[in-house]
């Protein structure tokens, strides 16, 4: 394996550690909710105070902690990485509209960590990225979702 390949192998599962230790994290947390998050909104804020309202905070806290966590696993083992990737990429343009301010984030000038994570997913998307060193080449989905 190449050393680019073995680069690109540890960008995908580092991020995927990261989405799977953040979706496993709020799982095994009875008092995580993403309510506090949302109803923060500072962008789109009638959008994300629906998410947190009484009937659907469940669906997103259960959409938010699985949609990560499969996510994670996904890029670890590099299986339907093109789906995940991009998925992945959705939810941190989603998480990124509450702590916006146009033109400012939290922690920049439109760019913060969401933003960043989002374009290195779509670059890993993109690229199809696990049918180096992940399961997408084994199962031959370079063509399909994988």
Do not use: C
Not at 13 to 24: D, E
Request: net charge positive; aromatic share 16%; proline share 2%.
């Amino acid at each position: 394996m190449k050393i680019q390949d073995k680069a690109l192998v540890t960008v995908r599962v580092v991020i995927g550690w990261l989405f799977f230790y953040a979706g496993y994290s709020k799982l095994t947390n009875p008092d995580w909710s993403a309510a506090g998050y949302l109803q923060g909104a500072e962008t789109f804020s009638g959008f994300y105070q629906w998410l947190a309202s009484d009937g659907m905070i469940g669906i997103t806290n259960f959409l938010n902690a699985w949609g990560l966590t499969l996510i994670g696993i996904s890029l670890i083992i590099g299986l339907f990485t093109r789906l995940s990737a991009f998925l992945g990429a959705a939810m941190m343009i989603l998480y990124w509209f509450p702590v916006l301010t146009f033109p400012t984030v939290e922690h920049g000038f439109l760019v913060d960590d969401h933003i960043i994570y989002a374009a290195i997913l779509i670059y890993l998307g993109l690229i199809r990225a696990g049918r180096i060193g992940g399961l997408d080449a084994k199962y031959h989905l370079k063509n399909r979702l994988g």
